[in-house]
């Protein structure tokens, strides 16, 4: 039996933390734009569940260490929870509430048939052996035992987790029923039920939100395009790859060593095989450096954050000067970073993160239904499919930004809020 502890709604000072205290607040004025139904609305303003767990890992030298994880689970009406892990220093409980809630929007905005929910564990994966990583997610695994499963909760990669993380997390569930259960997480290897094209997906993703943007503001993409990209792990060097296939010159790049800049355009691929081999861009050859905030706030005509949250602050914001801010990382943007954007929204087209980023958890959904039905498809079939997605979503926020004239971050929160709200309306209350 799991040893978690449930929070209970007595202590709830992460509902105080300012990344949830952010979110909610957003979330409060979509309600009053919508008059939301206000039984509905007190639901939604909190997650269903909230998990901390305290995980102990024998570290190499042999030493027990307790580090803190998570998982809240935000909403399910409309299916199973559903949301990355992720592994990180600052990860809090408060953070991973507002993560969880932009998850059940994400989902809904989507059409996926599924609800919100995050974890993390509060740690730095980059300074953990492989033995103590894969120890403290069958510990954290095993803790969550009986909150997670295909039909209940099903986690994915995020910051600091990948496909193996995933692999493991399968193994210890399947550990713990006694069979083989591949479907309790999505961004799992091919090997063992993954699906082809989700480890591209987010970036893809972005790539798509980017490219019908740009057919909108009549922007032809091709070399005279320039893209600056903050964050070079899996959705910074996926958007990076198809934004640069389709011609668009990359001039800056950044991640934790620094900015880099070539205004004659980055080659993606020696970049992508400088990180893999050093471990990230510190003394790329193939760029100039620059400041991290040279990187959002560069001339290039497209701006993509795939890195932490709370990146775009206000002074950022004031300093903008691209034409398309497409939001590759979840919360990329502070609230009075926001209140920026909001007033120079005829200079700078925003697309929000939970339209932007949402092509993982779109192909996680595709690797869900693949191995329910034990048939599997092409990669041609699945980036088609993705896009397809993609761009149905962004057609629909743009016609309510359009039409209702809201920005277009709350254009996407209002379209996914009423659908949540109209499924709980039909499923009632119990008891
Ligand atoms: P990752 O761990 O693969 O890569 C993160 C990158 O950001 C690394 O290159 C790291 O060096 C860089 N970075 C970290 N802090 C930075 C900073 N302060 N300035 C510049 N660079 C910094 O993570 P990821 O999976 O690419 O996720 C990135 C963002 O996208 C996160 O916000 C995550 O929640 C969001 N997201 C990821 C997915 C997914 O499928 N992986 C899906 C949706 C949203």
């Given at each position: 039996?799991?040893?978690?502890?449930?929070?209970?709604?007595?202590?709830?000072?992460?509902?105080?933390?300012?990344?949830?205290?952010?979110?909610?607040?957003?979330?409060?004025?979509?309600?009053?734009?919508?008059?939301?139904?206000?039984?509905?609305?007190?639901?939604l303003?909190?997650?269903?569940?909230?998990?901390?767990?305290?995980?102990?890992?024998?570290?190499?030298?042999?030493?027990?260490?307790?580090?803190?994880?998570?998982?809240?689970?935000?909403?399910?009406?409309?299916?199973?929870?559903?949301?990355?892990?992720?592994?990180?220093?600052?990860?809090?409980?408060?953070?991973?509430?507002?993560?969880?809630?932009?998850?059940?929007?994400?989902?809904?905005?989507?059409?996926?048939?599924?609800?919100?929910?995050k974890?993390g564990i509060?740690?730095?994966?980059?300074?953990?052996?492989?033995?103590?990583?894969?120890?403290?997610?069958?510990?954290?695994?095993?803790?969550?035992?009986?909150?997670?499963?295909?039909?209940?909760?099903?986690?994915?990669?995020?910051?600091?987790?990948?496909?193996?993380?995933?692999?493991?997390?399968?193994?210890?569930?399947?550990?713990?029923?006694?069979?083989?259960?591949?479907?309790?997480?999505?961004?799992?290897?091919?090997?063992?039920?993954?699906?082809?094209?989700?480890?591209?997906?987010?970036?893809?993703?972005?790539?798509?939100?980017?490219?019908e943007?740009?057919?909108?503001?009549?922007?032809?993409?091709?070399?005279?395009?320039?893209?600056?990209?903050?964050?070079?792990?899996?959705?910074?060097?996926?958007?990076?790859?198809?934004?640069?296939?389709i011609?668009?010159?990359?001039?800056?790049?950044?991640?934790?060593?620094?900015?880099?800049?070539?205004?004659?355009?980055?080659?993606?691929?020696?970049?992508?095989?400088?990180?893999?081999?050093?471990?990230?861009?510190?003394?790329?050859?193939?760029?100039?450096?620059?400041?991290?905030?040279?990187?959002?706030?560069?001339?290039?005509?497209?701006?993509?954050?795939?890195?932490t949250?709370?990146?775009?602050?206000?002074?950022v914001?004031?300093?903008?000067?691209?034409?398309?801010?497409?939001?590759?990382?979840n919360n990329?943007?502070?609230?009075?970073?926001?209140?920026?954007?909001?007033?120079?929204?005829?200079?700078?087209?925003?697309?929000?993160?939970?339209?932007?980023?949402?092509?993982?958890?779109?192909?996680?959904?595709?690797?869900?239904?693949?191995?329910?039905?034990?048939?599997?498809?092409?990669?041609?079939?699945?980036?088609?499919?993705?896009?397809?997605?993609?761009?149905?979503?962004?057609?629909?926020?743009?016609?309510?930004?359009?039409?209702?004239?809201?920005?277009?971050?709350?254009?996407?929160?209002?379209?996914?809020?009423?659908?949540?709200?109209?499924?709980?309306?039909?499923?009632?209350?119990?008891?």
């Amino acid at each position: 039996m799991a040893r978690t502890k449930l929070c209970t709604y007595m202590d709830m000072d992460f509902l105080k933390e300012p990344h949830y205290t952010a979110v909610q607040e957003q979330f409060d004025e979509v309600a009053e734009l919508m008059k939301l139904d206000q039984n509905i609305r007190v639901r939604l303003r909190v997650p269903d569940r909230a998990f901390i767990i305290h995980v102990p890992i024998r570290m190499e030298d042999n030493i027990v260490r307790v580090v803190q994880g998570f998982r809240v689970q935000h909403n399910d009406t409309l299916g199973p929870f559903k949301g990355g892990i992720r592994y990180a220093p600052d990860v809090n409980l408060g953070e991973v509430a507002s993560m969880a809630m932009l998850m059940t929007w994400k989902c809904a905005l989507m059409g996926l048939p599924l609800g919100g929910a995050k974890g993390g564990i509060c740690v730095d994966p980059t300074k953990m052996s492989r033995l103590e990583l894969q120890r403290m997610t069958r510990r954290y695994t095993s803790e969550l035992v009986s909150m997670i499963g295909p039909n209940q909760d099903i986690p994915a990669p995020d910051m600091g987790t990948n496909e193996q993380t995933m692999a493991w997390i399968m193994d210890t569930y399947s550990q713990a029923k006694g069979y083989a259960v591949h479907g309790v997480v999505t961004g799992k290897p091919i090997s063992i039920g993954g699906s082809l094209g989700r480890t591209e997906a987010t970036g893809r993703g972005v790539a798509y939100t980017v490219m019908e943007a740009a057919k909108y503001l009549e922007i032809p993409l091709g070399d005279a395009v320039s893209v600056a990209i903050q964050g070079f792990g899996n959705v910074g060097t996926h958007a990076a790859v198809k934004l640069s296939k389709i011609g668009c010159r990359i001039t800056h790049l950044s991640d934790v060593s620094g900015g880099y800049l070539n205004p004659k355009g980055i080659d993606i691929e020696l970049a992508m095989n400088y990180a893999k081999e050093h471990g990230n861009l510190k003394g790329f050859p193939g760029a100039d450096t620059c400041s991290q905030i040279d990187v959002l706030t560069a001339n290039a005509d497209i701006v993509i954050p795939a890195a932490t949250a709370s990146q775009i602050t206000k002074e950022v914001a004031e300093k903008m000067r691209c034409r398309i801010l497409a939001e590759g990382a979840n919360n990329p943007t502070t609230p009075e970073g926001d209140q920026i954007l909001r007033e120079r929204q005829n200079e700078i087209f925003v697309i929000p993160d939970i339209l932007a980023n949402a092509g993982g958890v779109t192909v996680s959904y595709f690797e869900w239904v693949q191995g329910l039905q034990n048939f599997f498809w092409s990669s041609k079939e699945v980036n088609r499919e993705l896009a397809k997605i993609m761009t149905k979503a962004f057609q629909e926020v743009l016609t309510f930004h359009k039409e209702r004239k809201v920005y277009m971050r709350i254009a996407a929160q209002m379209l996914a809020v009423n659908r949540v709200a109209t499924a709980m309306l039909a499923r009632g209350l119990y008891p």
